[in-house]
């Protein structure tokens, strides 16, 4: 339809690939387009140091499971939590967030998009599906 092909870039860990993370995928997929590309970041071991425990998996791990995602076009690694740095040099249309992030971190990004000529989508966080949940369960299970 339109004359420009639309960038979606989001972000995640994938230690644990579970059903939120899917929807999210699914939904980011959706506001891409079938003519789109969505385009996901996946967070390098220091980066989700920054702010959550060391992953159960290695980075390339979680890379290849990512990959393999139908939903997702392209695959590219994440050195910080926050997604800025990767916005910037690939500079998407839309930058999806999640509402499990702070005001303070979305507002950040608002801003840096706002200065691409972009946007920021915030999409429902699941918290009935969360690798930290999952990860509690099979500790306790034992």
């Known amino acids: ?19 939120g993370h899917i929807l999210h995928l699914e939904n980011a997929k959706s506001i891409a387009g079938s003519d ?21 998996m290695n980075f390339f791990e979680r890379l290849k499971i990512a990959s393999s995602l139908k939903m997702i076009d392209e695959v590219v690694e994440q050195k910080t939590y926050s997604p800025i740095n990767n916005v ?7 930058l999806i967030e999640s509402t499990s992030h702070t005001k303070e971190d979305i507002e950040k990004v608002r801003k840096v998009m706002k200065e691409l000529g972009g946007e920021v989508i915030v999409l429902p966080y699941f918290p009935e599906q969360s690798s930290t949940k999952i990860k509690k369960t099979i500790k306790n299970a034992r």
């Open 1 to 19: 339809m339109g004359d420009k092909m639309i960038v979606v870039y989001c972000y995640a860990v994938f230690d644990i690939l579970h059903r």
């Open 36 to 56: 789109g590309k969505l385009i996901c970041g996946v967070l390098n071991d220091g980066a989700v140091k920054e702010r959550k425990p060391k992953p159960i």
């Open 88 to 94: 910037k040099s690939i500079k998407p249309d839309i």
